[in-house]
């Protein structure tokens, strides 16, 4: 069954370091999410992707953080200057549609601000 | 304002037991509803989803769930339920430009 990639499965990086978060979403998927759980939080959502640009972002989503699709394949999350409230899980996500069709999700990635 | 909620964080049934984790939800329109499953260290599984149509819904793992409009609600069920079962629960609806908007999960434990 295909699945939502993710790598790395932990990041370490220093506050003010720049980290990129990476994705292979299932083949065949049109649109693409990133979303992030704050330790003991909820799931947030932070961007969708589709046609090769952002299609909807959070508030969370600020001029830090962007997204791309470098390739046919992968979907990047960058994070210009972590601050150390940006640790979290970052979960990527793809769907073949929007509204009534589910979305599949990436094992995460732990991202640790020190 | 439009929302998923889950009233409770923690639930705790005995295996073989049914189980029953709460969602409700406030949104115009048909709502469409999801539940998703997160096991430790892993991401969200998808298990079964409310469009339209019955309201009596049903997903993988044998689990299913229940749209109730004049309740609000999309109660997840299983008539058994399995000490594997233990992992923690979201509720979510896509919400005005929000793809998603998960409730704030609640813990299922099954005790053998």
């Known amino acids: 069954e295909p699945e939502v990639t993710q790598t790395p499965s932990h990041q370490v990086t220093q506050m003010g370091q720049e980290v990129i978060l990476r994705c292979v979403p299932i083949?065949?998927?049109?649109?693409f999410y990133w979303y992030r759980q704050i330790l003991g939080q909820k799931v947030e959502f932070l961007v969708s992707f589709y046609n090769n640009e952002i299609s909807e972002k959070s508030e969370i989503f600020d001029d830090q953080f962007s997204v791309e699709r470098p390739d046919g394949s992968n979907f990047t999350l960058k994070i210009r200057s972590t601050k150390l409230e940006d640790s979290a899980m970052y979960f990527c996500?793809?769907?073949?549609?929007?509204?009534?069709?589910?979305?599949?999700f990436g094992p995460g990635t732990r991202l640790t601000v020190t | 304002a439009q929302s998923v909620a889950q009233p409770e964080d923690q639930v705790n049934v005995a295996e073989g037991n049914p189980l029953t984790v709460k969602c409700t939800y406030s949104v115009s329109g048909n709502p469409y509803l999801f539940w998703y499953v997160q096991y430790p260290n892993r991401g969200l599984q998808f298990l079964l989803k409310y469009i339209t149509g019955d309201n009596l819904v049903k997903g993988s793992y044998g689990f299913e769930a229940e749209f109730n409009k004049s309740q609000t609600s999309f109660h997840l069920k299983k008539p058994s339920a399995l000490v594997s079962d233990s992992a923690l629960y979201f509720c979510a609806a896509p919400l005005g430009n929000t793809p998603l908007v998960f409730g704030k999960g609640t813990r299922l434990s099954v005790i053998a």
């Open positions: 996500a793809s769907s073949d549609g929007q509204g009534v069709h589910e979305q599949y």
């Open positions: 083949s065949n998927h049109l649109y």
